[in-house]
């Protein structure tokens, strides 16, 4: 309730009014010759003064009446809150075909009841997984964990090519936070068209830092995992910048315009990487075995231990929660198995689960078939591994169904830290800010401006 500021001015000034130097003297002058031509005794009151008190009376006692009103309504409100939660449910005999449906909402209006208390403390972990046209639902399927998280939004894809052109999913946007100029371009801003030849580099000032750059900059660890092939758009807008998404192994200069894969293994986002996981299937002979020539080259230059996986049921080995670093580069019919990208998950835990904290993201390529089920047990084992630090930990499930078209929109359902940030409709570059801001990270990496965001919120 807004306060009331009451002027409580005599009949001998207008209401509301000030007097200025001298107007204040002609007053004194005129109520002094007043005095003086008067014949009325001096003990008699000056006209108006009973009338003043009269009136500062009723004012006061309005204003605690007000008062009084203002505290009765806020107990009734907070009453009415406590009431509603414990409202009567009366018992009904029904019939076991309509039992079965009110036992069941009963226990989702109680669930309801428990999503009161915000998460507002920082995520230590994050745990993102993409799943877009991809992992459609079988029927007889039970429902996946993820519909029974606490908070969900929908997000909207924007990315166009022109008068025309689908709609669809842009990696960049979602990875990195900002709109790209064409969906051919990877890990650049809109300043950079795509290009077939490489005479003129994109300027460096246009690259776009990604979720897992912005993790790695202050200290946590990093991984990307995938049931299809790591340098495609999706994961290679994690570690990756070219004007041409379809250098993958090659490019016009390698110099200039490194493909995707050699910025996996040597670029600064991608050399960082703690876990790296999926399929790469080289053109040339022996590509895959070069890969992980170079990669355990690195390590062992940093002195650093590691585990290359050559086999997916190595990554389940719990000898991973000792390694810094894990790679498994695998055939495409091994991770097309059930199971593999709830091992590829496991198994990158495994390596990241650490004090420090870290960004993990898990992606389900749509070019290889996998069920809603198999999703459902990859999320349901992270939430079992990170199970004794799920208050510190925020767990992201990205869906869309390939079914709804190019522009459908996808669905968020996340639990833990900051979950409650998604509440509506969001763009397609909202996801990689309400990651910064839930891990802090990025441009949320300073204390100061988050503390001074979450006073105002």
């Known amino acids: 309730m807004t306060r009331e500021e009451f002027n409580f001015a005599t009949s001998d000034t207008a209401a509301g009014s000030s007097y200025s130097g001298p107007e204040w003297r002609r007053q004194l002058d005129g109520e002094r010759e007043t005095v003086n031509n008067s014949r009325r005794p001096p003990s008699q009151k000056p006209p108006g003064v009973g009338c003043s008190a009269l009136c500062v009376g009723v004012l006061v006692a309005v204003v605690v009446i007000i008062v009084l009103l203002c505290i009765s309504l806020i107990v009734v409100y907070e009453n009415e809150g406590q009431v509603v939660a414990k409202v009567d449910l009366y018992d009904v005999e029904l019939p076991a075909e309509q039992t079965v449906w009110f036992e069941a909402n009963l226990a989702e209006l109680r669930n309801a009841f428990r999503v009161v208390d915000e998460n507002k403390k920082r995520a230590k972990n994050v745990v993102l997984f993409i799943a877009l046209d991809s992992a459609a639902a079988s029927p007889g399927d039970p429902r996946p964990v993820w519909e029974s998280f606490p908070h969900l939004a929908l997000l909207r894809p924007t990315t166009s090519d022109g008068a025309g052109a689908s709609v669809s999913f842009n990696p960049t946007a979602m990875f990195c936070g900002i709109e790209p100029r064409h969906r051919h371009t990877v890990g650049f801003d809109s300043a950079v068209s795509p290009s077939d030849d490489c005479n003129e580099p994109p300027n460096s000032t246009h690259r776009a830092a990604s979720i897992l750059q912005w993790a790695q900059a202050v200290g946590r660890l990093t991984g990307v995992v995938t049931n299809g092939e790591l340098v495609q758009p999706t994961p290679a807008a994690l570690y990756a910048h070219t004007p041409n998404s379809s250098w993958l192994y090659a490019g016009p200069d390698g110099q200039q315009c490194p493909d995707v894969r050699t910025q996996l293994l040597y670029g600064e986002t991608g050399r960082a990487l703690n876990v790296i996981a999926g399929t790469l299937p080289c053109p040339e002979e022996f590509c895959r075995e070069a890969f992980e020539s170079a990669w355990e080259g690195e390590r062992l230059d940093a002195d650093t231990s590691y585990k290359l996986a050559t086999e997916l049921k190595e990554l389940l080995d719990p000898a991973l929660d000792e390694r810094e670093y894990a790679l498994g580069l695998f055939e495409r019919q091994t991770l097309a198995q059930p199971n593999a990208f709830h091992d590829l998950t496991v198994g990158a835990l495994h390596v990241l689960d650490r004090p420090e904290g870290f960004v993990l993201v898990a992606i389900a390529d749509p070019s290889v078939p996998i069920g809603a089920a198999e999703v459902d047990a990859a999320v349901k084992a992270t939430l079992r591994k990170l199970s004794t630090v799920l208050d510190d930990s925020l767990i992201v499930v990205v ?53 001074f965001i979450l006073q105002m919120v």
């Open 399 to 451: 869906r869309s169904d390939a079914r709804e078209g190019d522009a459908a929109f996808a669905t968020v359902h996340a639990t833990g830290p900051m979950s409650h940030l998604l509440h509506r409709v969001h763009d397609q570059t909202f996801l990689a800010h309400f990651i910064s801001y839930a891990a802090r990270i990025g441009r949320f990496r300073d204390a100061d401006l988050t503390n």
